[in-house]
């Protein structure tokens, strides 16, 4: 039995190294069912579950493993990540200490640590362990990209920006265009470039004013982005237009959007503000304004509860629906939700309070929201492109920060110099959003 177990053990490591992970898995499963305590076969089904979202089976499977096999580094970090994932920070950290204790000389520990300590607000010791995993594997795509958030988010932009590109090497989405010729920073004058969006709402929205400073270098700029975002850009400031997946007109060179930081040398103390940059739809708008109508003096509040699902931090910059009942239970002013997409499935189980009009249901798109927004006097939302939207238009707003904020807000201040008219309410501890909230609500007019 023992040699049985070793043989399927074996051939099990060699599907997986010939790149079969479905035989492979099925193998470690026959080696689960001969040996229901054997370690490596419940790592490797529980990381596998882990990968795919499985995430009860997964905590199970890693539990399990680690159990048996209390020395396994492997699962120790497995079932780190999963936890951490699951906002149980401090479980979390006592299985990677552990595993530092027991594997100081492996890589990928030091890379997990990182982002545990890049998501607990730590980006300093973040740096130090990203930098302890490329000094004993300086190959590592994902702690070459971590070492370039942390120093991002410290405001070593120079140094950060020169290492942005390793983003590249750990997304699931190649670059667009890599047929036309990459703008590489030289002079723009009298090109054709083509400025294309490749990441959220919220990091087009922020960047898009850095294409100013190429078309007053005499670029002729093309713009693409989603369609959803298209209506935003429509005046023209910014450049022609064209929605992803449509037909380019013919350009010289093309840069992703989010390169251009780094091209133009931005630095903390000189981001540019042109002023607000975007503006809402002038029949929109009036016709929002007879839909908002002000009750009094009383001030009229907008406010989110979620960003994008699909983001890989949302677990920790969302703060959910139920965290921010507390201002909603204020009779001092009128309350709009302006929630849309994903976020308002929470509604199912936290109906809003009657004192809510619920505006999420009937916009219609980024061009509705940009609409409403001149008619509220602040709008309260987590971290994501409603929160950039409302910046862009000059538009008052207080944003909740999660200790794993984007490098863009760097550290401890209330404002931005990306948006004079946003207000940051950090988290002091990650997941702490009643204390966040607390201090919004002690904020507010009483």
């Not at 919220?202 to 959803?228: F, H, Y």
């Not at 709009?336 to 505006?359: E, F, K, N």
Request: aromatic residues 6%; neutral net charge.
């Amino acid at each position: 039995m023992v040699s049985d177990i070793a043989d399927l053990a074996a051939a099990a490591r060699a599907a997986m190294a010939r790149g079969e992970k479905g035989a492979a898995l099925a193998l470690w499963q026959q080696v689960l069912m001969a040996d229901p305590d054997h370690a490596v076969a419940l790592l490797a089904l529980g990381d596998a579950a882990r990968q795919a979202g499985e995430a009860g089976t997964a905590r199970a499977l890693l539990v399990r493993a680690v159990t048996a096999a209390p020395a396994l580094v492997p699962a120790r970090c497995a079932l780190a990540n999963l936890l951490l994932h699951q906002g149980e920070v401090d479980a979390a950290a006592s299985h990677l200490a552990v595993a530092a204790e027991l594997g100081s000389g492996i890589a990928y520990v030091w890379r997990d640590i990182g982002l545990l300590r890049r998501v607990t607000g730590d980006p300093a010791g973040a740096l130090a362990a990203f930098e302890r995993c490329l000094d004993l594997a300086p190959g590592d795509s994902a702690a070459s990209l971590g070492r370039s958030l942390a120093l991002l988010r410290l405001g070593r932009w120079r140094e950060g920006f020169a290492l942005y590109g390793h983003r590249w090497s750990v997304s699931l989405r190649p670059p667009r265009h890599p047929h036309i010729r990459p703008w590489q920073g030289e002079d723009p004058a009298g090109k054709h470039i083509l400025v294309w969006d490749e990441q959220g709402a919220g990091d087009t929205i922020m960047c898009v004013r850095l294409v100013r400073s190429l078309m007053a270098a005499g670029a002729q700029i093309v713009l693409e982005v989603p369609p959803a975002l298209a209506p935003l850009f429509a005046d023209g400031k910014h450049g022609t237009v064209v929605e992803r997946g449509g037909a380019l007109p013919p350009v010289d060179l093309a840069v992703p959007l989010l390169d251009l930081p780094g091209l133009l040398g931005l630095e903390p103390t000189g981001i540019p503000w042109p002023g607000p940059y975007l503006t809402p739809d002038p029949v929109r708008s009036a016709d929002w304004a007879k839909r908002l109508v002000r009750q009094g003096s009383r001030p009229r509040i907008g406010f989110s509860w979620a960003g994008n699902p699909a983001h890989p931090g949302d677990v920790w910059r969302t703060p959910g629906l139920m965290a921010l009942r507390p201002l909603l239970e204020r009779t001092g002013a009128d309350w709009y939700a302006i929630q849309v997409d994903s976020g308002r499935a929470q509604l199912c189980d936290l109906p809003l309070p009657p004192t809510v009009t619920d505006l999420g249901a009937v916009i219609d798109g980024w061009a509705d929201t940009a609409a409403i927004l001149p008619h509220l006097d602040l709008l309260i939302t987590p971290d994501s492109a409603l929160a950039h939207l409302a910046g862009a238009m000059g538009r008052p707003v207080w944003t909740m920060i999660a200790t794993d904020t984007d490098w863009r807000w760097l550290e401890g201040a209330v404002k931005t110099a990306w948006y004079p008219s946003m207000r940051l309410f950090r988290q002091q501890r990650c997941g702490d959003w009643a204390g966040v909230v607390a201090r919004v609500a002690a904020a507010l007019p009483a």
